[in-house]
């Protein structure tokens, strides 16, 4: 083996070996930050009653796969950012420079580990994301069709219905389905209110129309304007109250996210068609924002290994939202199916490649303004 084979394979272990573990400390450090605030998300939804406290962590481990295909992507390009940028503040790339390394060997370079990222943001994008949010969509299902009274606690006063009803129960039975001495308030609009006081109350649930019930027994309506004497009283044996579906952080904002890969390239409406374009997308971001990357990393030592860090976050940040409302432009029909993401994608390509050869092309106009003035 050549000396200068030698060399190459020294510094791709080098620069790899440095861009793999600053990724994986970044993605590690924005999955907690991502995390963090899904799990507060969750959190407020089972102090509404909209999940059961037992499921929080089990939604939180079949959401992980959908949270890691948007990190990784950002974490080995703010990894290419941080370990180039140090480099260029501490010389190294000017030693590497003088050993004859060009900037299109260190794209070359940069891109075998973006591969393999890539390569993991498919497996999560085509195969784990849809796996965990079926998996998801299955559990919220159990949650929707359970007792909301499971999250009901005796002598407390708590929201159910998405927190449209306040009730307060002396009792509930050990199979949470039944309550005794039940007190229930809810606001109609500004002004009117309604307040039942009942011996007992249960949930029903219609099952030919998905819908459910609190059904009280033996009590009292009031109706009428809080604050004046202006109230109606009437007394039942039965009365019922609609509770609309519950809805949560946890749910996925479109149907195809739970369908395969398979599905999806057999579906034919827009919102798969929306969807099988972005799990494209997800690996094809990885190596484009590689492209990116490599010439914002580029530092004066003078200036700061920081000076960049901001536009190339903003230039991220304008890709994925440019990719983001291309999705939901394909699957709203404002956006042609066979020009979909590719138009994002394309322009991004395009600037990737001029930073990488713009001082070729600055010396290339320097020559031609030369020779037409010479």
């Not at 990894?79 to 140090?86: C, H, N, V």
């Amino acid at each position: 083996m050549s000396n200068d084979r030698i060399i190459t394979l020294i510094i791709f272990r080098y620069l790899s070996r440095d861009l793999l573990i600053t990724s994986l400390a970044v993605s590690a450090i924005l999955l907690t930050i991502f995390l963090s605030g899904k799990f507060s998300d969750y959190l407020d939804d089972a102090a509404q009653g909209k999940l059961a406290v037992d499921v929080l962590f089990t939604i939180i481990a079949y959401r992980m796969p959908n949270l890691l295909e948007l990190i990784l992507p950002l974490g080995f390009y703010l990894a290419i950012l941080l370990a180039y940028g140090r480099m260029y503040i501490e010389s190294e790339m000017v030693v590497l420079s003088a050993t004859g390394m060009s900037q299109w060997q260190l794209v070359r370079i940069t891109l075998v580990p973006a591969a393999l990222v890539a390569l993991v943001v498919a497996a999560f994008s085509f195969w784990l994301s849809p796996l965990g949010a079926q998996l998801t969509e299955q559990v919220l299902a159990e949650q929707r069709n359970r007792s909301e009274f499971e999250s009901l606690q005796e002598g407390r006063f708590q929201a159910i219905g998405q927190g449209r009803i306040m009730t307060y129960v002396e009792q509930v039975s050990d199979d949470n389905k039944r309550l005794e001495q039940v007190f229930v308030a809810q606001q109609d609009g500004q002004t009117n209110s309604t307040i039942v006081i009942a011996e007992t109350g249960e949930q029903a649930y219609v099952a030919d129309y998905g819908q459910r019930y609190l059904v009280l027994h033996s009590g009292h309506l009031y109706e009428g304007h809080p604050g004046t004497s202006e109230f109606k009283i009437t007394k039942f044996d039965e009365w019922g109250r609609y509770l609309p579906p519950t809805t949560s952080e946890a749910e996925f904002e479109s149907e195809a996210d739970a369908k395969t890969t398979t599905q999806l390239f057999a579906a034919s409406d827009l919102d798969s068609k929306a969807a099988l374009q972005w799990r494209i997308s997800m690996p094809l971001m990885v190596l484009i924002a590689t492209l990116l990357a490599v010439p914002l990393s580029k530092t004066n030592p003078r200036q700061g290994r920081y000076l960049k860090m901001l536009p190339a976050i903003l230039i991220y940040i304008f890709y994925l939202a440019f990719l983001i409302n291309a999705r939901g432009a394909i699957a709203e029909g404002d956006l042609p199916v066979w020009l979909g993401v590719w138009v994002v994608h394309i322009p991004f390509l395009v600037i990737a490649l001029l930073m990488l050869n713009w001082q070729a092309l600055l010396q290339s106009r320097n020559k031609s303004v030369r020779a037409a003035h010479a």
